[in-house]
């Protein structure tokens, strides 16, 4: 299967290249929030020498409880990546919703996430793939990875093919998940680089009643062992003060673990590329 390297700024994400960082907090709580927690993380990328994509949500649609933190909103939020991207030099990448959110973030983000329980949602996926920019879709939790095709399929109907499939764990039983890394290579089967999720993995939903659980103790080796059978990226959420984030806290990593994080994934990334990678992919 022909590799598609997807370029976005200064970074290529691709099944058989050094893997990407995409970091950031949950949500976006403030515009001084998320440019320390930006700085912070470009710090610390740029000294392991890892490619580096801010995440951050200006929406948290998706939530437990009604009582649950949304986030800023739309109009701030964007207003917030395009300074966080302006100040650092990183593509930024932030989740939209619905058809209408799409063409506006589209305009300003360099990429487009759709969540995991949005991923067969056709309308919202043509539109994504009309605005060009480039799309990561989260694999929906109830979904086989190789249905992923089927979803790209959608996207690269419009003439873009600047796609990512990420895994975030599959749904076992009643709010837990679980990683099968099988999933990895076969969604890399399509083409497209290869995303791994390792906080949102970790989670336990609706573990806490009204808002979502986790062990955030398990990411680290979940990203290590999906950079040992090979992916383009790995998206892991971070946060100066976990457990006070409004949402995902429980999985999200504290900013102190960055630097020992990383140096354990460039490891294992030299030896899953190694390797492994042409066998696999």
């Not at 001084?32 to 990328?45: F, I, N, Q, W």
Request: charged share 20%; proline share 6%; net charge negative.
């Amino acid at each position: 299967m022909q590799s598609k390297p997807v370029t976005v700024g200064d970074v290529t994400f691709a099944n058989d290249r050094p893997f990407v960082l995409i970091s950031g907090p949950c949500q976006i709580e403030s515009r001084e929030h998320a440019l320390s927690v930006a700085a912070a993380l470009a710090a610390a990328t740029r000294a392991a020498g890892v490619p580096f994509v801010f995440k951050a949500s200006y929406d948290k649609a998706n939530r437990t409880s009604l009582k649950g933190a949304r986030g800023v909103g739309i109009e701030a939020g964007l207003a917030i990546l395009a300074e966080v991207r302006a100040t650092f030099g990183c593509p930024v990448l932030t989740d939209v919703h619905d058809v209408e959110q799409t063409r506006r973030a589209g305009a300003v983000v360099d990429i487009l996430q759709i969540p995991a329980f949005l991923c067969r949602q056709t309308d919202l996926l043509i539109a994504a793939g009309e605005t060009g920019a480039c799309v990561n879709v989260k694999k929906g939790q109830f979904l086989a990875p190789w249905d992923m095709a089927n979803v790209a399929d959608k996207i690269a109907s419009t003439g873009n093919e600047r796609i990512l499939l990420c895994d975030r764990g599959t749904s076992f039983g009643y709010g837990a998940l679980v990683t099968d890394f099988r999933g990895l290579p076969t969604m890399a089967e399509t083409g497209y680089p290869v995303v791994f999720d390792a906080t949102h993995s970790v989670q336990e939903p609706g573990g806490r009643g009204t808002s979502t659980g986790g062990k955030r103790a398990f990411a680290p080796a979940l990203a290590r062992a999906a950079l040992a059978v090979g992916c383009a990226a790995v998206f892991a959420e971070a946060h100066d003060d976990p457990d006070s984030a409004p949402s995902d806290g429980p999985n999200m990593l504290p900013l102190a673990w960055i630097p020992d994080f990383l140096a354990d994934l460039v490891a294992a990334d030299r030896v899953g590329k190694g390797r492994h990678l042409a066998a696999a992919f």
